[in-house]
């Protein structure tokens, strides 16, 4: 299995940009949860989704963020428009149904870097 | 509100030095519980887990956690640490039938050679 898989690994972009952000899960995996990572506020959950739908979506941090499971094997979140705070490492990770045990697996992340 | 505590933000230790990260959490019920290292520059992976049975579990590269449900604790331990464990260690924890995972806030670890 090739794991969580995200893209872009990097991305860099002016201030009032949009930015996507995507990930490919586990294949099998029912639950996505999408992350930031800043070293000031350490790792925040933003959104999960179960079964393509989004349970909880407390995390987000302002209407600038939102965030799509259109089908099993993917999802996006995006950012419109973008601001210099929101430079951090951003992190999908899913869940498998069935496996009863709840680990997460996270994909490599995409760090993003707003000027 | 459920949450789960790490004691230590920062641990510097020599190669060779026994090791023990402290989490402590709060909640009353079943749990399942995780251990994840992050080294530098890379993503969380899973160290280790306890679910049920054994509450002294074994991970991969020499790691070992003990359940300690009086306690509510899920300490983890290396007897002889590495200049490769260099991470940031975070604990974990599901409660009841919530399908998140709640967080401490990390430690660092650094292995001086």
């Known amino acids: 299995d090739a794991g969580v898989i995200q893209s872009p690994r990097h991305e860099v972009t002016e201030m009032g940009q949009e930015v996507t952000l995507r990930c490919k899960p586990i294949?099998?995996?029912?639950?996505l949860f999408w992350y930031r990572q800043t070293m000031m506020r350490g790792l925040e959950l933003l959104i999960y989704?179960?079964?393509?739908?989004?349970?909880?979506d407390s995390g987000m941090p302002e209407d600038r963020f939102s965030a799509k499971m259109p089908n099993a094997s993917f999802s996006t979140l995006k950012i419109q428009p973008s601001e210099p705070r929101d430079s951090a490492v951003y992190f999908c990770a899913s869940r498998g149904g069935t496996s009863g045990t709840y680990e997460q697996y996270f994909g490599p992340g995409t760090r993003l870097t707003v000027t | 509100a459920q949450s789960v505590s790490q004691h230590n933000h920062h641990v510097i230790l020599s190669e060779a030095a026994s090791l023990e990260l402290g989490c402590n959490y709060s909640?009353?019920?079943?749990?399942?519980l995780f251990w994840y290292v992050q080294y530098p520059g890379q993503h969380l992976q899973l160290l280790l887990k306890?679910?049920?049975?054994d509450p002294l579990v074994k991970g991969i590269k020499g790691f070992e956690a003990e359940f300690i449900k009086s306690k509510f604790s899920f300490n983890l331990r290396k007897p002889s640490v590495q200049w490769s464990d260099t991470a940031e260690y975070f604990c974990?924890?599901?409660?009841?039938?919530?399908?998140?995972?709640?967080w401490g806030a990390g430690t660092k670890l650094i292995i001086k050679p």
């Open positions: 909640y009353g019920g079943t749990v399942n």
């Open positions: 294949s099998g995996h029912n639950s």
């Open positions: 989704f179960n079964n393509n739908v989004p349970i909880d």
């Open positions: 306890y679910f049920s049975g």
């Open positions: 974990a924890v599901n409660a009841g039938s919530n399908y998140q995972l709640i």
